[in-house]
């Protein structure tokens, strides 16, 4: 009988000790749209999405980019966050990749998503929640919210997308090139290729 309770008593220390942590975590600062710093000193940058950058390399704000940080500010600020991985859980810069869930259970990632401030980014086979934020995605984008209030057809003719890494390419750029054939999609316009669930390459910015 002791030993049950015993059992019992890890069990429940256990069980309360990894809700604590799930719980837990609070916000020291917000660096931008999909950018946190938490109060245990780790950054974090959001799964499955990309925020406008906010002066980003010397160059101006990128279009609704304040809106994004302002949003999550306040959607973070003050609260108590849950963080949940996927296949990868660091990038190469040490910050912390998560899906970030407030208390009452709805996920930071996707309400920037629907309000149109900040456009689906799936990558290294991170896809645990790719079909809410591409749902998430296509209803910002029906609305013309946020970002999607813009032109988004582009000055291509085509675009190459890239199965492999869900990302599009101009024509002329090298890593679009490379796509094997088994991997290679065209899209009549950038917005088509936002339509699928595809992110812009960062080299040649399409």
Request: charged share 25%.
């Amino acid at each position: 009988m002791r030993h049950k309770i015993v059992i019992l008593f890890i069990f429940l220390a256990t069980f309360f000790l990894l809700l604590v942590q799930a719980v837990g975590y609070e916000v020291r600062f917000v660096y931008d749209g999909d950018t946190i710093l938490l109060d245990d000193g780790e950054r974090v940058r959001y799964l499955g999405i990309n925020t406008p950058e906010v002066d980003h390399k010397f160059q101006k704000d990128e279009f609704m980019a304040h809106h994004a940080r302002d949003f999550n500010y306040k959607l973070v600020n003050g609260a108590h966050l849950r963080l949940e991985y996927d296949k990868q859980k660091r990038d190469q810069y040490g910050r912390l990749l998560a899906y970030v869930f407030l208390e009452n259970g709805e996920m930071v990632n996707a309400l920037l998503v629907q309000k149109g401030l900040a456009h689906v980014m799936f990558k290294d086979g991170n896809l645990k929640y790719r079909d809410l934020l591409l749902s998430c995605q296509r209803k910002a984008m029906r609305n013309k919210l946020g970002i999607w209030s813009q032109d988004f057809k582009g000055d291509e003719e085509f675009y190459l997308g890239n199965r492999g890494s869900y990302l599009f390419h101009r024509p002329s750029c090298p890593f679009g090139g490379n796509i094997s054939q088994r991997n290679l999609v065209q899209f009549g316009s950038r917005y088509d290729a936002f339509w699928e669930g595809y992110g812009p390459c960062s080299r040649c910015r399409p």
